[in-house]
């Protein structure tokens, strides 16, 4: 059963509890009415008229009041049905709020876990990788010791301008210094 219908069970058991309230109040007003009538009566009767009025109105008015509680009785029974329906379409739509959102996140839960699946790298591609990486620190050492950090670059020889040479910033801590075969230190970067 829809939550709607719900919300329509109860909306018409309230209102069948408020006109029954609204018909006890006319009752009871009534009777209130027609108690003071009686008491009127009574006191300006005669004590015979007026028990003979009492014993007369007394049945009346305890078969109305028994219609009275007998519908208040009825009232509050619908009262409580209405109650109970409410409660039950309100747990009702917690659980599927609440079994949604868990879904909801199971599905993401899985989505997350299938993309890392699918994106992460084996432990081999991770080996591979290690083992380049520690090759390409061994030839970086090589290129280093063979000058891979001097600052060199291209330079233009006069007269002719068109002509470059390569050329390399010499390190000032040495410069007045010449080794073997005429070469110099040069400077690194």
């Given at each position: 059963m829809s939550t709607d219908k719900h919300h329509e069970i109860i909306g018409a058991l309230l209102e069948a509890a408020t006109r029954d309230q609204i018909g006890i109040q006319r009752a009871i007003e009534g009777m209130k009415v027609a108690t003071t009538a009686q008491h009127t009566a009574a006191h300006e009767l005669p004590g015979k008229i007026a028990k003979s009025v009492s014993d007369a109105i007394e049945p009346a008015v305890d078969i109305a009041a028994n219609r009275v509680v007998k519908r208040f009785i009825e009232a509050n029974r619908d009262a409580d049905r209405a109650a109970l329906a409410y409660q039950q379409a309100a747990k009702?739509?917690?659980?599927?709020?609440?079994?949604?959102?868990?879904?909801?996140?199971?599905?993401g839960a899985a989505a997350i876990v299938a993309v890392a699946w699918m994106t992460a790298p084996t432990s081999a591609e991770i080996q591979a990788l290690r083992d380049e990486r520690a090759q390409l620190?061994?030839?970086?050492?090589?290129?280093?010791e063979r000058g891979a950090r001097t600052d060199f670059?291209?330079?233009k020889l006069p007269p002719n301008e068109?002509?470059?040479?390569?050329?390399?910033?010499?390190?000032?801590?040495?410069?007045k210094d010449t080794w073997e075969g005429g070469y110099r230190i040069l400077k690194n970067k």
């Open positions: 009702f739509s917690m659980v599927r709020i609440v079994g949604a959102a868990l879904g909801l996140v199971c599905v620190q061994r030839e970086i050492a090589v290129l280093e670059t291209r330079c068109r002509q470059t040479r390569l050329c390399a910033r010499l390190d000032p801590a040495f410069e």
